[in-house]
């Protein structure tokens, strides 16, 4: 019997060896940059939760087409490993393997006796909301995020299809997610036909979209490397789904808010319920919150506003008699005006 090895154990001088894994993401078949080969790219991982970047090519796509359906879990024996060609490095482990003709690759409930499957994996490297615009364009990252709104697919001006949907984390910021082409009919298909359940994503290799040449945060967008999972089986994302639960009500009337009449989506605060002032303590680092309160002033006298000129908005701040005025500012006849005007006693306050 072959010996049972873990991912990092294995190197390309391993003689019969097995491992036991689970396939923790799936692209879809590729073409190279010639388009003379085509390829699959799978990343596999141990009980340890190591992982390896398995690659898959032309023929043997289809040899195992049957196999390696996402979080299930195999034996593995005798891949073909080696170190990465200079230049393709993978983050993930030193070697890569190669899954041919000659690999053995055995369902767990297939072997005699049948084994467990691995439990769902927990390994996530995740970037959070409040970083995306901090991101350079060319960097890909993962995202664990829920779905709470999408629109049909439509063209651009140049004829390339995308489709748009809203994503949101548990801190309840969104922003949008542009999916192009052949993604449209994958799990674009898949997610607008799921958005009454609120579909959670890990969508991994992500990019930032930018605005025109700049470097501006518009919204995530899948690129040429990116994998979609619907539902994943992670308890990061099942803790979402709960969490869902809790404003499933507020969920429903975002969704109405942000679909246009014409059926397109657009990217709208999400609005919350307002707080007391005695739950500010309660609320988790880093929330967003509305907390209505009435201000207690120091003094009678106090201005909630100061005048500036109605053209070149120079304050006057230690004036308070609305009028017109010659502006040395702006070398011309104004009228000065309110500006940071409150006209009541309560106020709602946004931390």
């Given at each position: 019997?072959?010996?049972?090895?873990?991912?990092?154990?294995?190197?390309?001088?391993?003689?019969?060896?097995?491992?036991?894994?689970?396939?923790?993401?799936?692209s879809r078949p590729r073409d190279n940059k010639d388009k003379t080969t085509k390829y699959q790219v799978l990343v596999?991982?141990?009980?340890?939760?190591?992982?390896?970047?398995?690659?898959?090519?032309?023929?043997?796509?289809?040899?195992?087409?049957?196999?390696?359906?996402?979080?299930?879990?195999y034996l593995v024996s005798v891949a073909h490993v080696k170190l990465p060609p200079l230049g393709y490095e993978n983050p993930l482990?030193?070697?890569?393997?190669?899954?041919?003709?000659?690999?053995?690759?055995?369902?767990?409930?297939?072997?005699?006796?049948?084994?467990?499957?691995?439990?769902?994996?927990?390994?996530?490297?995740?970037?959070?909301?409040?970083t995306f615009e901090y991101q350079s364009k060319e960097f890909e990252f993962d995202v664990l995020a829920i779905v709470i709104n999408g629109s049909p697919s439509t063209k651009t001006a140049t004829g390339k299809r995308i489709q748009e949907f809203i994503v949101m984390?548990?801190?309840?910021?969104?922003?949008?997610?542009?999916?192009?082409?052949?993604?449209?009919?994958?799990?674009?298909?898949?997610?607008?036909?799921?958005?009454?359940?609120?579909?959670?994503?890990?969508?991994?290799?992500?990019?930032?979209?930018?605005?025109g040449t700049s470097n501006r945060f518009v919204g995530l967008t899948s690129k040429f490397n990116t994998t979609i999972e619907i539902n994943p089986p992670y308890p990061q994302a099942a803790e979402l789904r709960t969490w869902i639960k809790t404003i499933e009500t507020k969920l429903v009337a975002y969704k109405m808010k942000s679909t246009t009449p014409i059926g397109s989506i657009m990217l709208i605060p999400f609005e919350?319920?307002?707080?007391?002032?005695?739950?500010?303590?309660?609320?988790?680092?880093?929330?967003?919150?509305?907390?209505?309160?009435?201000?207690?002033l120091a003094s009678k006298d106090q201005r909630f506003s100061v005048l500036a000129c109605s053209n070149c908005k120079q304050l006057f701040t230690r004036y308070n008699v609305r009028r017109e005025i010659y502006c040395t500012s702006c070398h011309q006849s104004t009228h000065l005006i309110p500006r940071y005007i409150c006209s009541s006693s309560k106020l709602i306050i946004t931390n």
């Open positions: 019997m072959a010996q049972r090895y873990t991912i990092n154990m294995i190197t390309p001088d391993t003689k019969d060896w097995t491992c036991k894994v689970q396939v923790v993401d799936k596999l991982q141990d009980e340890e939760e190591n992982q390896v970047q398995a690659t898959i090519f032309s023929t043997d796509i289809t040899y195992f087409e049957n196999e390696f359906a996402p979080f299930k879990t482990n030193k070697f890569v393997w190669t899954l041919d003709k000659n690999t053995i690759v055995e369902p767990v409930e297939e072997v005699k006796p049948p084994e467990d499957p691995l439990p769902p994996p927990t390994r996530l490297t995740l970037t959070t909301f409040h984390d548990k801190l309840k910021n969104s922003t949008k997610l542009t999916l192009w082409e052949d993604f449209i009919d994958h799990e674009g298909v898949k997610l607008f036909n799921q958005l009454h359940d609120y579909p959670i994503i890990l969508a991994r290799r992500i990019g930032k979209s930018s605005s919350d319920e307002v707080i007391s002032v005695a739950n500010i303590q309660a609320q988790p680092p880093g929330q967003v919150f509305n907390v209505e309160a009435e201000l207690s």
